[in-house]
């Protein structure tokens, strides 16, 4: 991750202004340094306790621009950052005195609704994505925050509403373009570089600067069953022993998440359920929106429901659920780990520490996984862990700095109580967790193929500023 493992890295020199200058003069996009105007919203991430200033920010606009930024960064030995939509969790796509290479400016998303395919630039936000697939009735499997960035969520595998009919987002990925360490332009599919594209799928963004993807299209709505229902926490452990069973014999197209978080200040919710510790059952159902009520019908009756917000909706409404307890700007800290099953050992970790959530934007995401995601094998992508039962996302936030250390210590201490049930961990759910952490991610065999992979590829480690795999 941030720290050094190369001679080339060993030795950063002071960035030259002439080498600026040729930067500015051939991009086509923005060269930002820390006297211009801009400089200080383009520094910034998705994470607001993240507080990096890079040397220089590179705007690129196409391939020959993120090449050019590359070529700049290397010559002047200066660690690289790369950002698509810039919501890793710890940050890692920005950096102190290197140079960061933004690709928010590639924003480009062509349809082929007849070929049922998409292509996709770099830059390209989740939500932005699905606005223009579901003109369609047509969609990419992916996430569940519709300002994440396609690009990183898809580099680790991406999860999300999808999943259990159609797959991860790597899944649906037919093929990507990357710019190597080296300055080349490589198309990784099946049939070329597929190696390349295996790492790609799940590896991050260990072996090039991806500028474009393709993917296959999953039909979908545009209309969909979905919403939440919330029980108060006093509930929690009788809801989620009957959740556990209810969803045992639930069809693939129903993926359900279960939130724990205090009950929100919106007008859906009673004023004397603001701040009080609920349970929620989120879903979707990706098929038929008669048959997804009556598939849904019997979760009302898991306990005695204060609120129920199911209802046919628009799919892209649905992902925007979540847009606002996720903001730009709020310190967020995240632990996350996966689980074969809610056993009851699992449950009284959750019931517990879900009692103990004292800050309205700390909440826990139980992400229900299996389905078509288990049916792809292990071994086919490098995203590990398809056998996981469960996923737990436990998110420890504050608006501001304050009382951060508090929630941080929460989500610390709930991820700990989960220690005896870990079965394995989401490397886009990592923090700067450390090399021995991204190797319990792959597995050791795993990592070791990933590790020849990124010999190949990045072997003075110059894309390092990820869930690194270091190549030595
Ligand atoms: P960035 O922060 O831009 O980058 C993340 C990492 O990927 C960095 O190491 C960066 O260098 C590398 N990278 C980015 N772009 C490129 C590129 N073009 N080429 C090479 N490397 C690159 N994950 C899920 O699977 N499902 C979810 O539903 C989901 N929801 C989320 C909701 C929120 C609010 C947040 C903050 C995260 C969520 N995640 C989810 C995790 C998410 O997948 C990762 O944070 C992911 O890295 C975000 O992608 P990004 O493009 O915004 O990342």
Redesign the pocket.
């Known amino acids: 991750m941030g720290t050094t493992r190369t001679a080339e890295a060993e030795a950063p020199r002071r960035l030259e202004e002439t080498a600026v200058a040729g930067l500015r003069r051939v991009l086509t996009g923005e060269v930002i340094g820390p006297a211009d105007d801009g400089y200080d919203a383009h520094r910034r991430?998705?994470?607001g306790s993240i507080d990096r200033h890079p040397a220089l920010i590179a705007r690129c606009r196409g391939v020959d621009d993120v090449r050019a930024a590359l070529r700049l960064g290397r010559e002047q030995r200066l660690p690289i950052?790369?950002?698509?939509?810039?919501?890793?969790?710890p940050?890692?796509?920005t950096c102190d005195d290197g140079l960061l290479i933004d690709?928010r400016l590639m924003d480009g998303i062509r349809v082929d609704p007849d070929a049922r395919t998409s292509g996709v630039q770099?830059g390209v936000?989740l939500g932005e994505l699905d606005a223009v697939t579901q003109r369609h009735g047509l969609a990419v499997p992916?996430?569940?925050?519709s300002?994440?960035?396609?690009?990183?969520?898809t580099?680790?595998?991406?999860?999300?509403w999808l999943q259990r009919k159609h797959g991860l987002?790597v899944d649906s990925l037919v093929s990507a373009d990357?710019v190597t360490a080296g300055g080349d332009v490589v198309r990784a599919a099946e049939d070329e570089n597929a190696d390349l594209f295996w790492g790609l799928r799940g590896g991050?963004?260990n072996f090039?600067?991806?500028?474009d993807l393709r993917f296959r299209l999953v039909p979908l709505g545009p209309q969909v069953m979905a919403g939440a229902t919330f029980w108060p926490i006093a509930q929690a452990a009788s809801v989620l022993r009957r959740y556990r069973d209810w969803i045992a014999g639930c069809p693939d197209e129903l993926m359900t998440l279960l939130v724990q978080r205090l009950a929100p200040p919106l007008p859906a919710v009673p004023a004397e359920l603001v701040g009080q510790p609920v349970i929620a059952l989120v879903a979707c159902y990706a098929g038929d929106v008669d048959e997804g009520e009556r598939v849904l019908r019997p979760m009302r009756h898991l306990g005695a429901p204060v609120l129920d917000l199911f209802a046919a909706k628009p799919f892209t409404v649905h992902q925007q659920m979540?847009d606002p307890s996720?903001r730009h700007g709020c310190w967020?800290h995240v632990r996350s780990c996966d689980v074969a099953g809610l056993s009851d050992d699992v449950i009284d970790v959750v019931v517990e520490h879900g009692r103990r959530i004292s800050s309205p934007l700390s909440s826990i995401a139980l992400w229900q996984m299996g389905g078509a995601v288990a049916r792809v094998g292990e071994d086919e992508t490098a995203f590990t862990g398809r056998d996981a039962g469960f996923t737990f996302n436990i998110n420890g936030n504050t608006p501001t700095a304050d009382g951060f250390e508090e929630q941080r210590q929460w989500a610390r201490d709930y991820w700990s109580a989960l220690a005896p049930f870990h079965t394995g961990v989401?490397v886009?759910?990592l923090m700067e967790e450390g090399d021995e952490r991204v190797r319990q991610a792959y597995g050791p065999a795993k990592h070791e193929r990933l590790r020849a992979l990124k010999r190949r590829y990045d072997p003075a480690n110059v894309?390092r500023?990820?869930?690194n795999i270091p190549p030595d």
Do not use: E, M, P
Not at 147 to 153: A, F, I, K, N
């Open positions: 991430v998705w994470n950052a790369v950002r698509s939509g810039g919501h890793s969790f940050g890692l796509s690709l770099a936000l992916a996430g569940i925050v300002h994440t960035g396609l690009t990183g969520l580099l680790g595998g991406g999860i999300g987002t990357v991050g963004g090039g600067i991806v500028t979540f996720f967020y989401y886009n759910f894309f500023l990820n869930q």
